[in-house]
């Protein structure tokens, strides 16, 4: 008798281990205890998917491959490839390529140097080429727009100018290249690691309501980083490709060179509102914005006249802007002496002496120490001077109304009156409006301008940006008659149709000391404005395609029928194949004497192909033909029966004939049996639809996706 209390197995209560925890250590076991479950339910789910793999997802993979292996098959065959759905493939891809890549090669080689130029033969001219506001989009340019379209619409711009730059640098070779401001949309708006981006009190409401409802948005998520990959997306498009245009410059050239520190009122701001912090980076990731350079024996001098235009603001005498304006008026005071020097030094390469100012070595007390003649680059009058040319991205005033010539794209010049043969003046719809608004002025102040020709002298050309679209006048007395040429911009999203760069060549032959030599040229610069292809023209001749290209193929589709042609559209994958699941043929003799069935095999000798038509061959026979075809004329010799169609060879196991299970019928709760419609047959009006509508369809979809594909990666690779 087992004790009180006990669990029946003759353990008394008191034997029984009684729990025992030690509760310093509980925590550890308790995280233990969590790890060993996560452990377990990780090794259950890759046991489980372990499992699957081996097991039916092998299946399922395998059948996948062969599927796709068996459609790839009845794809690759000489006569679907060379199909008239393929060939209008083939056509689209020459068209694409046209007009995504080798148009702008034909366009910018047709821009040639030797197209145009007209120097003395022997001459080496120096040549530069001037590029307008690429203002790469940015959240800024369509802020409305939807995702995807306004990552395309970037993407599709930077493509553009790319290509433009690319052949520009592989097929004309640029000693020097020259940015006109405006590199970015929204440079002014993306906020610098440190420095204050709010609008000041005295402009809060200038905004454009449609800005102001983004502006938190942009300063909450595009700041400094932001910026830099703005500045890294530039470098992609246009410093990347600089060596495509060649290491070495031309003959008799210095160097070659790349300068876009102009700066534009989308990278800065505009007069009052110009951002200090957005200049100061400017500057640091550009370099100086105003600056001298000697190149092709001419001074180029580069103005900063979206702060300049501070010193004429409005609102001068009630806010200081002397931070804004402050730089530029320096730099203009001392300008026509770094002009000098700069010269100087050049003329100092050229005639092969040092081109940096030596020093005496001696030691002198510097309250004795004589400093009226130290060593200079500066030779005040006797010092070369070489035709100036003054860079700025706003360009000069002139009076409204002032016609740009027969080259501005968006409006013509006026056809003058019966007998006149100079140009309308006043021609409003063909100048440069006189105008401003938030952040920009399309013109400088009469002040700033004349100021501008003044303080540098010896202009004798200027160039410009702004405006988007090509416009060359010749400035009044007081700006010294000063020709300026506003340049296209190069991108095809500023409103332009045609977009364009401006080409400069560039002769001044010099003595030893700088001064030209006799018999020169009265002018020493030739221009030329190249046009980029038009892509509202190459988008209408895809879209012009594409209407034929559909036309064709619904043509062809109701020829289909008509004409007995080759469907497109393959007919379902067969079933009939070695690794079928279910049966393809039964037995229909009957057994030995136990009435057991036998299984019957196909044999090599053909009597089921040549005793037992097909589907297809019995459905062109008639009945009584088929039966006087396949009935025997005997008992069979082995069992002394009757039967359908025995196989005469010895050597064949097999007992009788089988019966093709077919899938050409189907079974209606209604009607029974019913025969299905073959894929040949023409029989059927709604057939012959289904066929078209099939064949509309299929030839399509593949037109549109392998096109699509194509012009994807042709947008991908840039």
């Given at each position: 008798?087992?004790?009180?209390?006990?669990?029946?197995?003759?353990?008394?209560?008191?034997?029984?281990?009684?729990?025992?925890?030690?509760?310093?250590?509980?925590?550890?076991?308790?995280f233990?205890?969590?790890?060993?479950?996560?452990?377990?339910?990780a090794?259950s789910?890759?046991?489980?998917?372990?499992?699957?793999?081996?097991?039916?997802?092998?299946?399922?993979?395998?059948?996948?491959?062969?599927?796709?292996?068996?459609?790839?098959?009845?794809n690759?065959?000489?006569?679907?490839?060379?199909?008239?759905?393929?060939?209008?493939?083939?056509?689209w891809?020459?068209?694409?390529?046209?007009?995504?890549?080798?148009?702008?090669?034909?366009?910018?080689?047709?821009?040639?140097?030797?197209?145009?130029?007209?120097?003395?033969?022997?001459a080496?001219?120096?040549?530069l080429?001037?590029?307008?506001?690429?203002?790469?989009?940015?959240?800024?340019?369509?802020p409305?727009?939807?995702?995807?379209?306004?990552?395309l619409?970037?993407?599709?711009?930077?493509?553009?100018?790319?290509?433009?730059?690319?052949?520009?640098?592989?097929?004309?070779?640029?000693?020097?290249?020259?940015?006109?401001?405006?590199?970015f949309?929204?440079?002014?708006e993306?906020k610098?690691?440190?420095?204050?981006?709010?609008?000041?009190?005295w402009?809060?409401?200038?905004?454009?309501a449609?800005?102001?409802?983004?502006?938190?948005?942009?300063?909450?998520?595009?700041?400094?980083?932001?910026?830099?990959q703005?500045?890294?997306?530039?470098?992609?498009?246009?410093?990347?490709?600089?060596n495509?245009?060649?290491?070495?410059?031309?003959?008799?050239q210095?160097?070659?060179?790349?300068?876009?520190?102009?700066?534009?009122?989308?990278?800065?701001?505009?007069g009052?509102?110009?951002?200090?912090?957005?200049?100061?980076?400017?500057?640091?990731y550009?370099?100086?914005?105003?600056?001298?350079?000697v190149?092709?024996?001419?001074?180029?001098?580069?103005?900063?006249?979206?702060?300049?235009?501070?010193?004429?603001?409005?609102?001068?005498?009630?806010?200081?802007?002397?931070p804004?304006?402050?730089?530029?008026?320096?730099?203009?005071?001392?300008?026509?002496?770094?002009?000098?020097?700069?010269?100087?030094?050049?003329?100092?390469?050229?005639?092969?002496?040092?081109?940096?100012?030596?020093?005496?070595?001696?030691?002198?007390?510097?309250?004795?120490a004589?400093?009226?003649?130290?060593?200079?680059?500066?030779?005040?009058?006797?010092?070369p001077?070489f035709?100036?040319?003054?860079?700025?991205?706003?360009?000069?005033?002139?009076d409204?109304?002032?016609?740009?010539g027969?080259?501005?794209?968006?409006?013509?010049?006026?056809?003058?009156?019966?007998?006149?043969?100079?140009?309308?003046?006043?021609?409003?719809?063909?100048?440069?409006?006189?105008?401003?608004?938030?952040?920009?002025?399309?013109?400088?102040?009469?002040?700033?301008?004349?100021?501008?020709?003044?303080?540098?002298?010896?202009?004798?050309?200027?160039?410009?940006?702004?405006?988007?679209?090509?416009?060359?006048?010749?400035?009044?007395?007081?700006?010294?008659?000063?020709?300026?040429?506003?340049?296209?911009?190069?991108?095809?999203?500023?409103g332009?149709?045609?977009?364009?760069?401006?080409m400069v060549?560039?002769?001044?032959?010099?003595?030893?000391?700088?001064?030209?030599?006799?018999?020169?040229?009265?002018?020493?610069?030739?221009?030329?404005?190249?046009l980029?292809?038009?892509?509202?023209?190459?988008?209408?001749?895809?879209?012009?395609?594409g209407?034929?290209?559909?036309?064709?193929?619904?043509?062809?589709?109701?020829?289909?029928?008509?004409?007995?042609?080759?469907?497109?559209?393959?007919?379902?994958?067969?079933?009939?194949?070695?690794?079928?699941?279910?049966p393809?043929?039964?037995?229909?003799?009957?057994?030995?004497?136990?009435?057991?069935?036998?299984?019957?095999?196909?044999?090599?000798s053909?009597?089921?192909?040549?005793?037992?038509?097909?589907a297809?061959?019995?459905?062109?026979?008639?009945?009584?033909?088929?039966?006087?075809?396949?009935?025997?004329?005997?008992?069979?010799?082995?069992?002394?029966?009757?039967?359908?169609?025995?196989?005469?060879?010895?050597?064949?196991?097999?007992?009788?004939?089988?019966?093709?299970?077919r899938r050409?019928?189907?079974?209606?709760?209604?009607?029974g049996?019913r025969?299905a419609?073959?894929?040949r047959?023409?029989?059927?009006?709604?057939?012959?639809?289904?066929?078209?509508?099939?064949?509309?369809?299929?030839?399509?979809?593949?037109?549109?996706?392998?096109?699509?594909?194509?012009?994807?990666?042709?947008?991908?690779?840039?």
């Amino acid at each position: 008798m087992a004790p009180p209390y006990s669990n029946g197995y003759g353990y008394s209560s008191s034997a029984l281990p009684t729990p025992s925890y030690d509760y310093s250590h509980r925590s550890n076991g308790d995280f233990q205890s969590i790890c060993d479950d996560i452990f377990s339910s990780a090794k259950s789910m890759l046991d489980r998917v372990s499992g699957y793999a081996s097991g039916r997802g092998r299946h399922t993979v395998w059948s996948l491959a062969m599927k796709v292996v068996r459609q790839l098959r009845r794809n690759m065959t000489r006569r679907r490839l060379l199909s008239f759905p393929h060939l209008l493939v083939a056509l689209w891809v020459l068209v694409m390529l046209w007009g995504e890549r080798w148009v702008f090669a034909s366009r910018v080689r047709s821009c040639d140097w030797d197209h145009w130029e007209d120097w003395p033969a022997g001459a080496t001219p120096h040549r530069l080429i001037f590029v307008a506001d690429p203002q790469i989009i940015d959240p800024k340019s369509y802020p409305g727009r939807p995702w995807p379209l306004n990552p395309l619409t970037v993407q599709i711009t930077d493509n553009y100018m790319r290509r433009s730059y690319t052949q520009l640098q592989k097929q004309l070779h640029p000693d020097t290249v020259f940015f006109l401001g405006d590199l970015f949309d929204g440079g002014r708006e993306w906020k610098t690691a440190y420095g204050n981006f709010d609008d000041p009190e005295w402009a809060k409401g200038n905004r454009p309501a449609d800005e102001a409802k983004y502006l938190d948005e942009w300063h909450r998520k595009y700041g400094e980083d932001f910026w830099l990959q703005e500045y890294a997306r530039f470098g992609n498009i246009f410093y990347d490709s600089w060596n495509l245009g060649g290491v070495f410059p031309g003959p008799g050239q210095r160097g070659r060179k790349l300068i876009s520190s102009l700066p534009g009122n989308h990278d800065l701001g505009f007069g009052a509102e110009v951002k200090i912090p957005a200049r100061h980076r400017f500057n640091a990731y550009f370099g100086e914005t105003n600056r001298v350079d000697v190149i092709g024996n001419h001074t180029f001098v580069s103005v900063d006249t979206v702060s300049l235009s501070a010193d004429t603001s409005s609102i001068r005498d009630r806010v200081d802007l002397e931070p804004v304006y402050g730089p530029v008026q320096q730099f203009l005071k001392g300008v026509k002496a770094t002009k000098r020097r700069a010269t100087e030094k050049e003329v100092r390469f050229w005639r092969g002496a040092v081109d940096d100012l030596a020093f005496d070595h001696k030691v002198e007390d510097l309250d004795s120490a004589d400093y009226s003649n130290l060593p200079t680059m500066d030779l005040k009058d006797s010092a070369p001077d070489f035709p100036t040319i003054l860079l700025t991205h706003v360009p000069l005033y002139r009076d409204p109304g002032t016609p740009c010539g027969p080259l501005r794209e968006h409006w013509p010049p006026a056809k003058p009156p019966k007998g006149q043969t100079t140009p309308v003046v006043p021609d409003h719809q063909n100048a440069i409006s006189v105008s401003h608004g938030y952040q920009y002025q399309n013109v400088l102040s009469p002040e700033d301008s004349v100021k501008l020709i003044k303080s540098i002298g010896n202009v004798v050309h200027a160039f410009s940006g702004d405006d988007h679209d090509y416009c060359e006048v010749v400035h009044t007395a007081d700006q010294e008659s000063v020709r300026e040429i506003t340049v296209k911009s190069i991108s095809m999203a500023m409103g332009v149709p045609t977009p364009g760069f401006q080409m400069v060549s560039l002769y001044n032959p010099i003595d030893e000391l700088g001064r030209p030599l006799p018999g020169a040229l009265p002018t020493t610069l030739q221009t030329h404005l190249c046009l980029l292809p038009q892509q509202l023209s190459t988008f209408m001749t895809y879209a012009v395609l594409g209407v034929l290209t559909l036309l064709l193929l619904v043509a062809r589709a109701f020829l289909v029928p008509v004409l007995n042609l080759q469907p497109f559209a393959l007919d379902p994958a067969p079933y009939a194949t070695s690794s079928a699941v279910l049966p393809v043929f039964k037995a229909k003799a009957e057994g030995g004497d136990d009435g057991a069935t036998r299984d019957l095999k196909p044999t090599s000798s053909g009597t089921s192909s040549s005793k037992f038509p097909s589907a297809r061959m019995s459905s062109a026979r008639t009945r009584g033909q088929s039966l006087s075809q396949q009935r025997a004329t005997s008992p069979n010799p082995k069992t002394g029966k009757w039967g359908w169609g025995q196989n005469n060879n010895n050597n064949s196991k097999a007992g009788g004939p089988r019966i093709e299970i077919r899938r050409d019928g189907y079974y209606d709760n209604r009607d029974g049996w019913r025969p299905a419609l073959s894929s040949r047959g023409r029989g059927s009006r709604g057939f012959t639809l289904g066929l078209v509508g099939r064949e509309i369809w299929t030839t399509a979809w593949r037109v549109a996706w392998m096109v699509l594909g194509f012009f994807g990666w042709l947008t991908y690779k840039g």
